[in-house]
C-alpha cells in the first residue's frame, strides 16, 4: 500500500502595487483586503492588470473605433527589465472590481509562469 502525501506548494505571488491601488479606489475594505491578501505563483511572482490600447479603426459608417484590452501581466520582481508573460483577459477594458478579480485564478497565473520558463 503506497502512502500519497500532497506536497503543496506556498503560493507567495501577489498583486504589484500599481494594480493594488486601482483595486483600491473601486473596492470596499473588505473586498480589498481580499484581493491584497491573495497569493498564487512562486515566491517573486507579482501580477499586473493592464489595459493596452489598440491602434484606432474606422467604421464603414465614418466612426473611428479606440478598441482597449485588458491583459494579465505576470512577471518577476526580482528582475527590473526581464521578460513579462500576457494572457488576454478581455477584448475590452474591465473595471476593477470583484469581477475582474475572481478571472485571476491559480492555473492563469501558472500558466503565465510557464511561459515565462520558455524564455529563460
Do not use: H, W
Amino acid at each position: 500500500m503506497s502512502i500519497n502525501i500532497d506536497n503543496n506548494v506556498a503560493f507567495t505571488g501577489k498583486f504589484s502595487a500599481k494594480t493594488l491601488a486601482k483595486f483600491k479606489e473601486n473596492l470596499t475594505p473588505g473586498q480589498y483586503k481580499q484581493v491584497k491578501n491573495f497569493r498564487a505563483g512562486n515566491k517573486y511572482t507579482n501580477i499586473d492588470i493592464i489595459t493596452v490600447q489598440n491602434e484606432p479603426m474606422r467604421t464603414m459608417s465614418g466612426a473611428v473605433i479606440l478598441p482597449k484590452e485588458t491583459y494579465a501581466e505576470i512577471f518577476c520582481s526580482r528582475s527590473k527589465n526581464g521578460p513579462k508573460a500576457r494572457i488576454k483577459l478581455a477584448d475590452n477594458q474591465l473595471p476593477f472590481n470583484m469581477d475582474t478579480f475572481k478571472l485571476i485564478t491559480q492555473d492563469l497565473v501558472k500558466q503565465g509562469e510557464n511561459l515565462l520558463k520558455m524564455f529563460k
